[in-house]
C-alpha cells in the first residue's frame, strides 16, 4: 500500500473500468481512498478487458475498499444512482475524476453525427451532468476536488480533430467556469491533461502510435493525487499538463513513466499555451 496521503476519502472515478480509470482506483486505493469504480462495463469483452467488477476485486486484494457502480454517464438516472449509492454506502463525496471519455480523430467531413453526439454526450455533457449531481453532497461535506480530464484550450492544430476537441474543450471550458462559481465553496476544479501520448485502450485500439512514444498511465495518476492532496483554495481553475505541473511539485525523473525504457516519448502538447480564465488561488 501507499503512504495514506488520501486516508479516508471518497472519490468517484468515471470510466475506471480499465485504462487510465483502473490505473488512478488503484493509485487512490493504495492511498487510502474509497473508491467508486463507475463505468459502463459490466461484461468484458476482447477488444475492451476488464469490468467495474474486476477493478472492484483489485482493489478489495490489495486491502481497499471499492464500491462498483455500473453507470452510462450520458443518462441522467444512471448518475443520480451513482450518487446516491456513493452516499449510502460512504456517507460523503470528497472527489469526481471525470475521466470516461470517446475518441473520433478524423475530419469534419468524416465525423457522422452519431460519432460526433457520442463524444459530446461522453466527454462535454457528461462532465458537466456528473459534477452538477455531486456538487451539493461535496459542499454540504465541506468541499473537495474535481478534475475533467482535458487539455487546456489552444486553437493550433485543431485540423482533424475538430469534433473531438469541441467536446473535450466544452470540459475545460467547464474547470474554468466552475471553479469561478464555487470558489467560496471550498469546491476545486481543475483539468488534467497529459504532455505525451499516453498508453490506453484508445490509443491501442485507435493504433495511435506505440510503446516508444506513449508513457504510462501512472503519470497521470501521480499528477491526479498532487491536485487531491492540494488544498481546494490554492489549485483552482487551471488547465494542467501532467509533467509541467509534476515539475511545479518538484518530480524530475520522469523515465520512469516510460512504456519503452529506452525511448523518451516526445512531447506532442506546445509548451507555451496562452492561459485562459484562471482563478486566482
Partial sequence: ???????????????????????????????????????????????????????????????????????????????????RKTVERF??????????????????????????????????R???????????????GGGGHVIVCSPPISLESMGGKTGYLMSKYGMTLLAHGLAEEVKDRGVSVNALWPVTLVESLATINFKIGG??????????????????????????????????FLRERGVTDFAKYRCDPEHEPPRVMPSQIPKVGLVPG
Fill in 1 to 83: 500500500m501507499g503512504q495514506g496521503r488520501l486516508e479516508g476519502r471518497v472519490i468517484i472515478i468515471t470510466g475506471a473500468s480499465r485504462g487510465i480509470g483502473r490505473c488512478m482506483a488503484l493509485s487512490f486505493a493504495r492511498e487510502g481512498a474509497r473508491v467508486v469504480v463507475a463505468a459502463k462495463s459490466v461484461n468484458p469483452r476482447p477488444s475492451l478487458p476488464g469490468t467495474i467488477h474486476t477493478v472492484a476485486e483489485e482493489i478489495t486484494r490489495a486491502g481497499g475498499e471499492a464500491l462498483p457502480v455500473r453507470v452510462d454517464v450520458r443518462s441522467e438516472d444512471d448518475v443520480r444512482a451513482m450518487v
Fill in 91 to 124: 456517507g460523503r463525496i470528497d472527489a469526481l475524476i471525470n475521466n470516461a471519455g470517446a475518441l473520433w480523430w478524423q475530419d469534419v467531413l468524416d465525423t457522422p453525427m452519431k460519432r460526433f453526439d457520442l463524444m459530446h454526450g461522453v466527454n462535454a
Fill in 126 to 140: 457528461a462532465a458537466f451532468m456528473c459534477t452538477q449531481a455531486v456538487l451539493p453532497t461535496m459542499i454540504e
Fill in 211 to 244: 510503446p516508444q512514444v506513449w508513457r504510462t498511465p501512472e503519470i497521470l495518476a501521480d499528477a491526479a493525487l498532487e491536485i487531491l492532496r492540494s488544498p481546494p483554495a490554492e489549485l483552482t481553475g487551471r488547465a494542467l499538463l501532467d509533467e509541467d
